[in-house]
């Protein structure tokens, strides 16, 4: 019996002993909601600015009206003047102000200031209103695509809103008031007030100038080809900064289409980053990048500088021909050097590099480049591209791989690559946020450059350079040539594909350019889904580009580059 009872009284103890220290916080809690009415304090969101501190995403004040029917002593006359201030049926607002059932409604969401003052003017018991403002876009459609939107309740639900909602966001506060047993507020009581924490702001990499003048010109030439998409990506090839991402059509943030979802969906989808294609003649410049450092590391089977390619239009590989663009008609494209076959943008001489170098060494490259995986862009939903394992790699579609066919990658990683491979042979990481703020401008969190490894030699990005000066000055991207600036790109005509077959009169026009060329500061890959009439790269993109790049020398008053 001394046994069983002292076993009881520790079995009390312990229960006690719970219920008094481990179960004590989450008692307080039930206590404090049970004899408390919380009215919600939204946080400000954070600001997103660009890198010169322009504001491309803010807010305006507004207010949530909430009602609580224990505490409405009159829900007729409420409801008489709420339904008139608020533009609803009378018939809602009094089921809503009746409803017992719950302890608390919403009457209306983000309204304006003026609303909140006439129903406060109207002192109406029961009735509340807390700030909860508005997300408002000052540049309307202005790389809408990165930028993402909030949902209704503000959470951040696409782009950068989204990715960095944990930073923007901030903490909600809370006012709550001292109520009886069925919720109605006591007289005399004295509200308590836990204030909101207001989220950071953002310092983005992106140019709003920069960004703004290639939405203009890529809608130029989305409506003058009548082409199903035109999209490019601005990027600072020194440190991987984007400076800016254009996907076209687009929408206004202000003014989101949420009612149809997969409109939506398409013109909210940041396609740099998300989609894949097959890179055609751009891809080029990998391959002439890897057969110039493997020319310079002693490879006898490096085809590159001083080599003679053969004149034939074909080259036949596993029983697959593979041809020319051009028919080499009056002795065109005849026994080319690499500048001149990426003059010429000839396939088969890019076939013959892939061959030359072996699956091996190749991959090797693609790898250092960055193809197969993400870039590590702090965005969300990046695709990784397609390539083919080396292992299950037929040769005849390896050596289609060396003119940029067999492969898909995003546009943001062939801008990545290309950067890697004129700049010096440095990788970077692609970034967008430059800087986390606090509300009066000062820097919590500062970004870094992350450079992720060499791809080529300094020595092989300076010849591959030079050569690609001469396609703007001499060969395919003359239409990107700017007197007095030392230009260099690659022309990209690509045929599309639909369920494995070839669509007929269906290509993707791109480029991709830089300059100055023997010191790349700005690189931009331009690409125009579907033109209409022309097609060929040279003739649609590369003339983007152009516009693109005078329209930075004159906003930054550039001076003409010094003749070499």
Request: net charge negative; proline share 4%.
């Amino acid at each position: 019996m001394i046994a069983a009872i002292t076993f009881l009284f520790c079995l009390f103890l312990a229960r006690f002993f719970y219920i008094q220290v481990i179960w004590e916080d989450d008692l307080n809690a039930r206590a404090l909601d049970q004899w408390t009415r919380e009215l919600p304090v939204s946080a400000g969101r954070g600001n997103i600015y660009d890198a010169n501190g322009e504001l491309l995403a803010g807010n305006v004040p507004a207010y949530s009206l909430y009602a609580r029917a224990n505490a409405v002593t009159d829900a007729e006359r409420t409801a008489n003047v709420l339904s008139g201030v608020l533009s609803l049926s009378y018939e809602e607002v009094y089921k809503k102000l009746t409803d017992g059932s719950r302890s608390e409604v919403v009457l209306v969401k983000r309204a304006e200031k003026s609303v909140v003052q006439r129903v406060e003017g109207a002192d109406l018991n029961g009735v509340y209103y807390a700030r909860d403002d508005k997300r408002f876009y000052p540049h309307g459609s202005l790389a809408c695509q990165v930028l993402g939107f909030t949902s209704y309740d503000g959470a951040g639900s696409t782009g950068l809103e989204q990715y960095y909602d944990s930073y923007l966001a901030g903490e909600k506060g809370e006012i709550l008031f001292e109520t009886d047993l069925v919720g109605v507020d006591l007289e005399g009581a004295t509200a308590a007030y836990i204030p909101a924490t207001d989220g950071l702001g953002l310092r983005l990499t992106l140019d709003w100038r920069i960004q703004a003048l290639a939405e203009e010109v890529m809608r130029a030439a989305l409506t003058g080809y009548s082409a199903k998409a035109a999209r490019a990506v601005v990027l600072d090839p020194r440190d991987g900064s984007v400076l800016a991402m254009v996907n076209l059509p687009s929408y206004d943030l202000n003014d989101i289409p949420r009612d149809d979802l997969s409109a939506l969906n398409a013109l909210s989808r940041n396609a740099l980053v998300s989609d894949v294609y097959e890179p055609g003649s751009t891809f080029k410049v990998i391959t002439a990048a890897a057969d110039i450092e493997e020319f310079l590391q002693g490879n006898p089977d490096a085809l590159a500088t001083n080599y003679i390619f053969s004149s034939s239009r074909t080259r036949t590989v596993d029983g697959t021909t593979i041809r020319c663009w051009s028919d080499h008609a009056n002795g065109k494209h005849s026994r080319q050097t690499l500048a001149e076959a990426l003059n010429n943008s000839c396939n088969p001489c890019f076939v013959d590099i892939a061959l030359s170098l072996g699956k091996e060494t190749f991959y090797d490259y693609l790898s250092a480049f960055g193809f197969g995986r993400a870039t590590g862009l702090d965005f969300s939903g990046e695709a990784i591209g397609m390539l083919l394992p080396e292992s299950t790699l037929r040769d005849c579609d390896f050596a289609r791989i060396g003119f940029g066919q067999t492969i898909a990658v995003t546009p943001l990683q062939l801008a990545c690559a290309c950067a890697a491979a004129v700049n010096g042979g440095y990788y970077y990481a692609p970034r967008l946020l430059d800087a986390v703020l606090t509300e009066e401008g000062a820097v919590v969190e500062q970004t870094r450059p992350v450079f992720k490894g060499r791809t080529v030699s300094e020595e092989a990005s300076r010849i591959l350079s030079s050569m690609l000066e001469g396609v703007v000055r001499d060969g395919s991207g003359k239409k990107a040539y700017i007197e007095g600036y030392r230009v260099a790109g690659k022309t990209g005509t690509a045929q599309k594909y639909e369920d494995g077959h070839i669509a007929q009169g269906k290509y993707v026009s791109s480029f991709v350019g830089y300059f100055p060329a023997d010191d790349p500061r700005y690189l931009a890959l331009i690409i125009v889904d579907e033109p209409q009439g022309a097609y060929y790269g040279s003739t649609v993109a590369a003339p983007c580009a152009k516009s693109i790049f005078e329209g930075i020398i004159e906003l930054f008053r550039l001076p003409p580059s010094e003749e070499k």
